[in-house]
T-cell receptor, first 116, second 113 residues
Framework: AQTVTQSQPEMSVQEAETVTLSCTYD???????LFWYKQPPSRQMILVIR??????QNATENRFSVNFQKAAKSFSLKISDSQLGDTAMYFC?????????????FGKGMKLTVNP | ETGVTQSPTHLIKTRGQQVTLRCSSQ?????VSWYQQALGQGPQFIFQ???????GRGNFPPRFSGLQFPNYSSELNVNALELDDSALYLC????????????FGQGTRLTVV
């Protein structure tokens, strides 16, 4: 099965604190990309961070970093120094190649609320 | 903002009607993908267009169809609308071969009554 599981439907954190969002996935592909997307109330899906599966080094983008455990098929997102603007739905996803197309497979998402 | 624009932003249709949603891809992007996001769910892949042809499809019935135009913009058409078609429809554009760089529009919220 090609699936993404986000087991925490909702989390809240205080401003300036650190929060970790969990994600596990299942894919039979060897070379793939993993992503975290943010979807604020404006609805637009915004790329937060991406990780190439063949790279052992965890990706980092400013306050956002990942813990990629390939053998365990785990891909968690850590948000440091949380800001009110981080309040959004967060989706974990990977790219799957099927025939001639490449499609994103998403988890169900997790609602993050940053409290002042 | 990503440069991917979708229209309309909202619309309401009656069961059995037909609807057309539009997507203008980011400049230079030649691939367009469409996703359906039901309330409380992650987006589900509908299909992808490259060089004006469908080159991949998810688990959606044939009444979901699409087009891609020479300028790479795209349309999603849904015939015989059902209540379960109510969802946010997202368009994503990318450049073939640059598989990790898909950019999304703001979506079209379709309500079927």
């Amino acid at each position: 099965a090609q699936t993404v599981t986000q087991s925490q439907p909702e989390m809240s954190v205080q401003e300036a604190e650190t929060v970790t969002l969990s994600c596990t996935y299942d894919t039979s592909e060897n070379n793939y990309y993993l992503f975290w997307y943010k979807q604020p109330p404006s609805r637009q899906m915004i790329l937060v961070i991406r990780q190439e599966a063949y790279k052992q080094q965890n990706a980092t983008e400013n306050r956002f970093s990942v813990n990629f455990q390939k053998a365990a098929k785990s891909f968690s997102l850590k948000i440091s120094d949380s800001q009110l603007g981080d309040t959004a739905m967060y989706f974990c996803a990977f790219i799957r190649t099927q025939g001639g197309s490449e499609k994103l497979v998403f988890g169900k998402g997790m609602k993050l609320t940053v409290n002042p | 903002e990503t440069g991917v624009t979708q229209s309309p932003t909202h619309l309401i249709k009656t069961r059995g009607q037909q609807v057309t949603l539009r997507c203008s891809s980011q400049s230079g992007h030649n691939t367009v993908s469409w996703y359906q996001q039901a309330l409380g769910q992650g987006p589900q892949f509908i299909f992808q267009y490259y060089r004006e042809e469908e080159n991949g499809r998810g688990n959606f019935p044939p009444r979901f169809s699409g087009l891609q135009f020479p300028n790479y913009s795209s349309e999603l058409n849904v015939n015989a609308l059902e209540l379960d078609d109510s969802a946010l429809y997202l368009c994503a554009s990318s450049l073939v071969g640059r598989r990790a760089e898909a950019f999304f529009g703001q979506g079209t919220r379709l309500t079927v009554v």
